[in-house]
């Protein structure tokens, strides 16, 4: 598939790698329409010009509201990414992490975008040739002990593409998946490590798209995933700094 010409919806759109995909699909003759919780962000994203709706994925209501409104003013959507997340890091073993912050953490990363995935499908059936796309993360093949439930539900999204992408084999709609490494936006700031800048991991993941790779990221990344098979020991001390 080639991105130009196409009603493309991106979650997570107003900061870091979203916000990044947003301007680039857009520059690229794209009518992209951005997610994000009510607010600033939003509310900046909408003076750049695109499209925009509130969408707390933590929220069913909101999601139920989101779907309802691109189905009101959009005849058909030809891409989504699930692409908001939020990575929370705490040691487990030194408290109990409250319930409430496991389940919003669990609903924002993996059952929110489930339910919005599931919403969106008639819209993207409406296209001749729609794309799924969901940003998950090298932790989702390897968990990190300082991020134990963003990495489960990560893991559980990596599931949820695969599993996907066999129930839609037989119709227009594929499923991929997309890796960053560690990259240089909010959701990373403040820690001390090699990142990557987020429009030059878009730049180079976006023709993998096009071509359909089941998972589009890095060569580094690519690398980490075979770690985690055959050499997970290895993957374990690269995550640990060691
Ligand atoms: N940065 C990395 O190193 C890295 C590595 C691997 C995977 N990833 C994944 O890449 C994706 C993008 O992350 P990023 O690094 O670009 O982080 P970011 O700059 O912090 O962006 C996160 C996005 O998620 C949205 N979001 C947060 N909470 C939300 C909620 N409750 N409902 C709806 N949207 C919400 C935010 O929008 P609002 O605040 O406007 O709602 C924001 O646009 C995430 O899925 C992340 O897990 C990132």
């Known amino acids: 598939m ?32 951005v997610l994000g919780r009510a607010g600033e962000r939003l509310d900046r994203m909408a003076e750049e010009g695109f499209a925009t709706v509130p969408c707390d994925l933590g929220d069913p209501s909101s999601i139920e509201n989101a779907a309802h409104q691109l189905a009101q003013r959009w005849s058909r959507v030809d891409v989504l990414f699930n692409n908001a997340g939020v990575q929370y890091n705490y040691d487990l073993t030194s408290e109990v992490l409250p319930v409430g912050r496991i389940h919003r953490e669990i609903d924002i990363d993996l059952s929110g975008q489930i339910l919005f995935t599931q919403l969106m499908l008639p819209l993207l059936s409406r296209s001749d040739c729609a794309m799924i796309v969901n940003t998950t993360s090298g932790l989702g093949a390897y968990p990190k002990a300082d991020g134990l439930v963003y990495s489960a539900a990560k893991a559980g999204m ?17 499923v ?17 490590e090699q990142k990557m800048d987020p429009q030059a991991f878009v730049d180079i993941t976006l023709p993998q798209l096009e071509r359909e790779r089941k998972i589009a990221t890095t060569g580094q990344l690519r690398f980490f995933l075979l770690l985690t098979r055959s050499i997970p020991g290895l ?3 690269i995550l640990e700094g060691k």
């Open 2 to 33: 080639q991105f130009n010409d196409r009603t493309i919806v991106i979650t997570g759109g107003t900061s870091g790698i979203g916000q990044c995909l947003a301007r680039t699909l857009r520059d690229r003759r794209n009518e992209v329409i």
């Open 158 to 174: 990596r599931s949820f593409t695969v599993g996907l992408r066999n129930v839609l084999r037989s119709t227009p709609i594929r």
């Open 176 to 192: 991929l998946e997309l890796i960053p490494p560690v990259t240089d936006t909010g959701m990373t700031a403040g820690r001390d």
């Open 235 to 237: 993957a374990r001390r």
